[in-house]
Antibody
């Protein structure tokens, strides 16, 4: 059974750094792209970026390029999303999701979400 | 950047058919995927590659895509179908994905 288990909720102050995680199991972690999706409070889904854990190739939405870093540690089947300096506007739910194939880049399995709250 | 446009809301009576549209420039040339998100839950894939259904998704859910509009159709709508629905494509010209703004389906 494919599972994506995300790290727990975080409460941070503006300017702090943060790295959240997403551990995949039940499939070949290095053979499928995995991505991150933001959902701000009461708003829609936003496509952030994806990584291919096999070779760490990444793709970012222009809206998030330079704002976050996506990485993966294939030895522990875990993908990461990190910020070097958080802003209040980073407050959101963040989902990781596995990609079905590298043709349509459809998200077929999703993690449970990690709530990030940034407040002074 | 490629833009997908969805109506903010659609309302339908139980047992009727709901149609949720997703507009984009020549979207018919792209593969469209649809997700259902209920309050407090992660999204769930309901249609992929325009019209394919993942296992476990009822046959009442179907999709089509042509020209500048993709459509998610839900037949014999049930109260449990009430949710937000999002379309998504891969923009190959800029190498990233895009979501539509989402449509709130209300079952009257």
């Amino acid at each position: 059974e494919v599972q994506l288990v995300q790290s727990g909720a975080e409460v941070k102050k503006p300017g702090e750094s943060l790295k959240i995680s997403c551990k995949g199991s039940g499939y070949s972690f290095t053979s499928y792209w995995i991505g991150w999706v933001r959902q701000m409070p009461g708003k829609g889904l936003e496509w952030m970026g994806i990584i291919y854990p096999g070779d760490s190739d990444t793709r970012y939405s222009p809206s998030f390029q330079g704002q976050v870093t996506i990485s993966a540690d294939k030895s522990i089947s875990t993908a990461y999303l990190q910020w070097s300096s958080l802003k209040a506007s980073d407050t959101a739910m963040y989902y990781c999701a596995k990609i079905y194939d590298s043709s349509g880049y459809v998200f077929d399995y999703w993690g449970q979400g990690t709530l990030v709250t940034v407040s002074s | 950047s490629y833009v997908l446009t969805q109506p903010p809301s659609v309302s339908v009576a139980p047992g009727k058919t709901a149609r949720i549209t997703c507009g984009g420039n020549n979207i018919g040339s792209k593969s469209v995927h649809w997700y259902q998100q209920k309050p407090g839950q992660a999204p769930v894939l309901v249609i992929y590659y325009d019209s394919d259904r993942p296992s476990g998704i009822p046959e009442r859910f179907s999709g089509s895509n042509s020209g500048n509009t993709a459509t998610l159709t839900i037949s014999r709508v049930e109260a449990g179908d009430e949710a937000d629905y999002y379309c998504q494509v891969w923009d190959s010209s800029s190498d990233h994905g895009v979501f539509g703004g989402g449509t709130k389906l209300t079952v009257l």
